[in-house]
């Protein structure tokens, strides 16, 4: 199965400076990461993923890195803000033939926003 | 949430007796999951459904079952309630391949006494 590696677990920036979260997967076979970003008691939430056949993807303050040789992917976020503040998981899809196609993700990053 | 209701939110049960949580979705898609999340852990894969009457079992099926009779509808039951399985559970929904885009439901606390 894929085994998904997360860092840091917990990250403090300051307010309008960039935070950068780190995972790295097992199974070079793996071929879609999203993020999620989770509020406090709520689900998470899907905030940008990227394929395989993709080596970055932006979308406003957000992007992704790939790195398929390496089997890592980043997360950026850049103009950090209050709202920003949230554990960010990161997780990793490995199609098997007639097995789970379920995520297996990270154990994710607490982003600390200090003002 | 992506039109994804749980019920209930909260559940405080004694060990060995029989719960059943519901996800209920209004978007038509065809693919459901069930996580469970702890700390230490992440979100880890339960069941998951690719159709009505089609279920499989995740990383951490042992103790859970699952049921899809209608699209709309995916049903975890815990036939007999452990403490090893007070976690807070989600589910989550996806129609676009299989196992990508997933959108998560507000999740249950379930608390096993």
């Known amino acids: 199965g894929e085994n998904v590696e997360q860092h840091p677990s917990t990250l403090s920036v300051q307010e309008g400076d960039s935070a950068v979260i780190k995972c790295t997967y097992s199974?070079?076979?793996?071929?879609?990461f999203p993020w999620y970003k989770q509020e406090l008691g709520k689900g998470p939430q899907l905030i940008i993923d990227?394929?395989?056949?993709?080596g970055e993807k932006k979308d406003q303050r957000i992007a992704v890195t790939l790195n398929k040789t390496a089997k890592h992917f980043s997360l950026h976020i850049t103009e950090t803000q209050p709202e920003d503040s949230a554990v960010y998981f990161c997780?990793?899809?490995?199609?098997?033939?007639?097995?789970?196609?379920?995520?297996?993700f990270g154990k994710g990053t607490h982003l600390i926003i200090q003002p | 949430d992506a039109g994804i209701t749980q019920s209930p939110r909260h559940k405080v049960t004694e060990t060995g007796t029989p719960v059943t949580l519901r996800c209920h979705q209004t978007?038509?898609?065809?693919?459901m999951y069930w996580y469970r999340q702890d700390p230490g852990h992440g979100l880890r894969l339960i069941h998951y459904?690719?159709?009505?009457?089609?279920?499989d079992k995740g990383e951490v099926s042992d103790g859970y079952s699952v049921s899809r009779s209608k699209t709309e509808d995916f049903l975890l039951t815990l036939e007999s309630a452990t403490s090893s399985q007070t976690s807070v559970y989600f589910c989550?929904?996806?129609?676009?391949?299989?196992?990508?885009?997933?959108?998560f439901g507000p999740g249950t606390r379930l608390l096993v006494l």
């Open positions: 989550a929904i996806s129609e676009s391949g299989r196992g990508e885009t997933q959108y």
């Open positions: 199974d070079s076979a793996s071929n879609y």
């Open positions: 990227i394929r395989s056949n993709v």
């Open positions: 997780a990793a899809l490995l199609r098997s033939g007639g097995g789970a196609d379920g995520l297996t």
């Open positions: 978007e038509n898609h065809r693919y």
């Open positions: 459904s690719y159709g009505v009457k089609d279920t």
